[in-house]
Every structure is written in C-alpha cells, then in structure tokens.
C-alpha cells in the first residue's frame, strides 16, 4: 500500500495560469486517490495573480488563500494539505518549490523577492526551508536564459515535470543533473494547472505523511517512490509493481 502525493500544484485563486480552483483540485486529487498535496502557487515575482500595491501583509494574506481553501476542502475530504510555492528567480525564469516553511516567514520576509539568488536560498534554508528546482531544463517562451543549475543552492531536482502546456521539459537532462550530483533530493510533479492532468505525477510512501519536515525527512531516508505517467517507479525511475 503507498500513499499519494502530489507535489507542484497550481490553484487558479492565486496562480494567474491556474485554470481550476483549489476546491476543484482538491475534489479531483481525492477521486484519483491521492493521499495529500502540496500547493504550490506562482509567487508574487511569478505569475501570480495578487496585486502588488497593497502592503506586504495584504499581499501575504491573499496569496496564502489558494492553500487556505485547498486546507479546507482537504478536511472534508480526508486530504493532506501542505503550504509550498513556487519562485522564480527573475530574469533567468528558474523556478524553485520552496517547501516547509508558512505564512510567518513570508510575513516576516518582504525582502525575499528581491535577493539574489544565493541569498535567497540561504534565508530559505537558515529559517529550515529546503528548495527543489521544478523543471530545470525547460524550454519555453517566457525563459530567456541558458539552464543553468546551481546545485550547491538547491536541495533537490524535480526530475519528472509532466506539465502539458510546456512541452519542452528535457526531463532527462534533469535526470542526469540528479545523477551526477546524487546529494540532492529527487521528485516528480504534476505541475498541475487543470484538474485533466490530474494522477500523472507526484511522489509516493509506504506511509502516511504528517509534515513538510516528514515529508523531506521521507525521501532523505529513501523511502519514496515516484509517480512518473501515472505509473509507481523508485528513485530511479523504474516502474515498480506497488498497489496504490
Ligand atoms: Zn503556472
Ligand atoms: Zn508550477
């Protein structure tokens, strides 16, 4: 028995390119099986859907409702909700899930949008996030720059995107990227924007997930599994015969 979980997930309340909103994926993500997900909407320097000229409590407040409302689906349904989102580092259009930190270290950090990057990603860590790079090989209209992966900053790749409105990940240019540097952290995300897409990715565990922090902590022990195509497979991409 593994338990489901999708982690790169858009609601079409905070992400401008959403297409369904939290309560709708959440109702999709129960019917398919899944156990939890993590939301991770486009952050204010993304394509978010906040206006930028109220003041930073403001801002924080509506862009953590995507996840509010998700929450509350979730407990009527008897689905995990975790809070994440997902940065750009602009102008190079890299992209990063930032995972285990909340609502106060946004409130307490206006500053973080306009860091460099190798700031940016020591405040994440020193405050106990972790930073998984989505898509580092994407190609795409909107990325004007090389890829150019740094991986002392980052803490994981997300080795499988499915996203259907990008078709140019190069997934197995991230699968390379995590192979030569087997430190980081390895995941699978829908990168789902439109409930169609939904049961295609994620990562799974033989047990039920209570936190961010146990979720890093589980694949950290190696006890996770990918969901690649909607098919189980380990950590290396092998498909596996598990009943979900
Ligand atoms: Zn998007
Ligand atoms: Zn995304």
Known sequence: MLYKYE?????SEVSKCGKNTA???MRAHKKAGY?????????????CTIPRHLS???????????YKLAESEGEKLDLDVFFAWEYVNNPFGEDYLIYNLDYDFLLAHPEQEH??????????????GYLIQAHPYRTADYILYEANPKVDLIDGVEVNNTTSDSPHNHNELAWELARANPQLMRISGTDIHNTDLVGLGGVAFPYRIKSSQHFIDALKAGDGYLIIDGEITDMEGNIVDKTV
Do not use: A
């Open 7 to 11: 982690t790169h997930l858009h609601t």
């Open 35 to 47: 156990t939890g997900v993590f939301v991770t909407d486009h952050f204010f320097n993304g394509n």
């Open 23 to 25: 309560v709708e994926m």
């Open 56 to 66: 930073w409590k403001e801002q924080v407040d509506l862009f953590v409702r995507g």
């Open 115 to 128: 860091l460099p990057f190798e700031e940016y990603s020591r405040l994440i860590r020193e405050n106990g």
